[in-house]
């Protein structure tokens, strides 16, 4: 039996260095992570900060929409609550700094390196989200709408100046009474009774119901048919998240409308919910 207390190195039997290497991995590669995190999030503040200088050459030829000072404002992200601040300067959007968030920090950087700068050179959070990022992308856009919807808007400084007439010297002119000329009363002629042309969609005139499958379940709808036109779709029931769901109906039923088919482009950031749409319209028209 050897005596681990007098020569505890004669009775380690386990390589340590396996151990000792994979330890040395892990810091390595939790470096390059915070690494390229850090670079990521340099390289979104100068792009930042460039939209921001370029806007601030600009600001003289018109007044922005909003009072200046710093707002805060939160949505829901992937995971929990995303927080921004929003810095309005002159009268413009100028920097946007994200306070906390819970959505991984990997898609978060993804969607915010492309949401923010187009954010503040649009002045308007109306914009595109991050394909691969779009709940992180949501809830960067509504957290800034949250923000902006507390800021008040610009009024004008003064009330335009109206000069008034002094005529109480001046002679009257006299009025004039014009003679009447005879009306000639011409003698209509019948209008031609307008013919109106079907529409492309060959069905009777009525409603047909139709059924599709959305992100979580079924989304039912009736599209109403007159003279061969589609004139109206409503959507019965559905079961996707409201939040998103709402970005896609009305958008689908306008674009729907406009080519009178369902041969349209789906909403992005909505994909699914676009897709149940256009499905159960096509199974009510029977294509």
Known sequence: ????????????????????????????????????????????ERQIAAIAASLSTKQGAYAGAYTDGTYTGSADGYH???????????????????????????????????????????????????????????????????????????????DPVSFAVDNSGETPMPQLTPTPSPVVTPTPSPSPTPTIQPGPISLADGDYSGTGRGHKGDI???????????????IDQYRDTKKYFSRAEGKMIDRVLGAQGVNVDTVSGATHSSEGILEAIADALGL
């Open 1 to 44: 039996m050897s005596c681990v207390e007098i020569c505890p190195r004669d009775n380690v039997r386990a390589n340590p260095k396996p151990a000792i290497a994979t330890a040395v991995a892990v810091v390595a590669l939790t470096g390059m992570y915070f690494e390229g995190n850090i670079a990521s999030n340099q390289a979104t």
């Open 80 to 158: 929990g609550t995303t927080s921004v601040s929003v810095t309005v300067t002159e009268g413009a959007i100028m920097d946007i700094h994200v306070v906390s968030t819970g959505d991984d920090t990997l898609f978060f950087n993804q969607a915010k390196a492309q949401v923010i700068p187009a954010i503040i050179a649009a002045q308007s959070a109306e914009v595109d989200t991050v394909s691969g990022a779009t709940f992180s992308s949501f809830g960067i856009i509504d957290a800034v709408k949250n923000a902006l919807s507390s800021v008040p808007q610009q009024q004008p400084e003064s």
């Open 220 to 234: 039912d709808v009736t599209v109403t048919i007159v003279n061969g036109f589609i004139t109206n779709i409503n």
